[in-house]
């Protein structure tokens, strides 16, 4: 079941992204929010604790590195160095998704905790 989770996640994050980069009216980026809200959630073949402590962390370092990046843009765009801000909730809510699934297969495969 946990492999069926994932295929839909990575069907939608490619619908997601595909939408995003083509669609502008509002809404486009649900899919690609949620692909990567199912990939974040859905167990692993081995679930333990472990993994669960990871995904967490995780989740807690992607939340602060995001949040950082957009007060960094914010500053930029404030000051004239950027010609972009990161105003959209969803916007942010993907990039902490993805840099939460980003960190977390990094620490699993890697071994880094």
């Known amino acids: ?26 809404g486009a980026e649900i899919p ?3 692909g990567l809200f199912i990939i974040l959630v859905s167990k692993e073949k081995i679930n333990d604790e472990r993994v669960e402590i990871l995904k967490a962390s995780s989740t807690y370092i992607a939340l602060i590195v995001g949040y950082s990046l957009k007060l960094i843009s914010t500053n930029l765009y404030a000051h004239q160095m950027i010609s ?11 990039l902490v998704l993805a840099l939460a699934i980003g960190i977390y297969y990094l620490r699993l495969y890697l071994s880094w905790e």
Do not use: C, R, W
Request: net charge neutral.
């Open 1 to 26: 079941m946990h492999k069926i989770a994932k295929y839909l996640g990575l069907l939608l994050i490619g619908i997601g992204v595909v939408a995003l980069l083509y669609d502008t009216s509002p």
């Open 32 to 34: 690609l929010l949620v």
């Open 84 to 94: 972009f801000q990161l105003v959209e909730i969803n916007h942010f809510l993907i």
